[in-house]
């Protein structure tokens, strides 16, 4: 944390035009880096990573949803953990007419791939995510896993098997494989470890203009020491604040 006691604004809440889908688009740019990591969670006034009913869409907003595709609309891989995707329900990564040439000129698949870390390989294999994907998504998981669980994954997904899955391991899986754009979608486990490696460059966060209670929201064990990150800006639509930030390297 900085030290400095200096404070600015009240920062304007209206004024000008509403930014068009492209210019909230174009202030998640993806830097020219050899692995770019982003975060995407949107939080409550008290913290909560969810709402009463244990999913982070109750306590989200069409404002939030914006920023969520515009954040991960240029990504190689949305990047998420087996809890998001079996309480989540995550539907397919389909893609979207408006981005196939964009995409196609920066050398990217027309969708980015979805990736799900799972050691127990307990997923909700009947979901469409699985078949009706773009590309074909990927779960990364033990070389340990249970061999029935690895063939029925195998039959869903391309499987990436390591020894441990450590989160440098499973971000240096993604570049091997050409996509270094990364967004974690959460959830807050693998949010948790991904930082506590070090490896997340940018966070973007929204906070709800709610309360709603911590108590379906999965507690993560403390870090080390904080990890600090700098503001580099803040959207506001529906109440709700939406802010980039960047690591302190
Ligand atoms: N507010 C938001 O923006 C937001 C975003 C995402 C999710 N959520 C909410 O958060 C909740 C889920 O979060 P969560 O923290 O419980 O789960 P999570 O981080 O999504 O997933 C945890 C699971 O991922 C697997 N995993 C992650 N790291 C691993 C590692 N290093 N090695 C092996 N396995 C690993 C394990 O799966 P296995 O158990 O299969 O082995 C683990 O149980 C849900 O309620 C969801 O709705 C909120």
Redesign the pocket.
């Known amino acids: 944390m900085s030290d400095a006691e200096d404070v600015y604004g009240p920062l304007p809440l209206t004024g000008g035009d509403p930014l068009t889908g492209e210019e909230v688009a174009a202030a998640y740019p993806w830097p020219d880096a050899r692995v770019w990591v982003r975060a ?4 409550t006034l008290d913290g909560a ?2 709402g009463p009913d ?3 869409g109750s ?1 989200s907003s069409p404002a939030d949803q914006l920023v969520f595709n515009a954040v991960r609309r240029h990504a190689d891989a949305v990047l ?6 079996r ?2 329900q995550y539907t397919p990564m389909r893609a979207k007419p408006a981005d196939t040439a964009s995409r196609a000129a920066s050398g990217q698949a027309p969708a980015p791939v979805i990736v799900v ?7 909700p294999w009947d979901l469409p995510v699985w078949r009706e994907s773009a590309v074909r998504p990927l779960v990364v998981t ?1 070389t340990h896993a249970d061999r029935s669980q690895l063939a029925i994954a195998g039959e869903h997904a391309t499987v990436v098997a390591m020894d441990d ?3 440098t391991a ?1 971000v240096d899986a993604l570049v091997d494989r050409d996509l270094p754009r990364i967004v974690c ?7 948790r ?1 991904l930082v506590g490696a070090g490896l997340v460059d940018e966070a973007d966060i929204t906070v709800s203009p709610v309360f709603a209670g911590t108590a ?3 507690p ?1 064990p403390a870090l080390a020491q904080v990890n600090s990150f700098k503001l580099a800006h803040v959207l506001q639509g529906d109440g709700a604040l939406m802010m980039r930030y960047l690591a302190v390297r």
């Not at 870390?117 to 997923?123: D, E, G, I, K, Q």
């Not at 979608?185 to 949010?191: A, D, K, Q, T």
């Open positions: 995407m969670m949107v939080t990573a969810t244990g999913l982070s306590v998420i953990g087996a809890g998001t995707m309480a989540e870390v799972s050691a127990s390989l307990n997923l033990s899955i450590t989160p499973i979608e959460g959830g807050p486990r693998l949010l470890d379906t929201s999965p993560t």
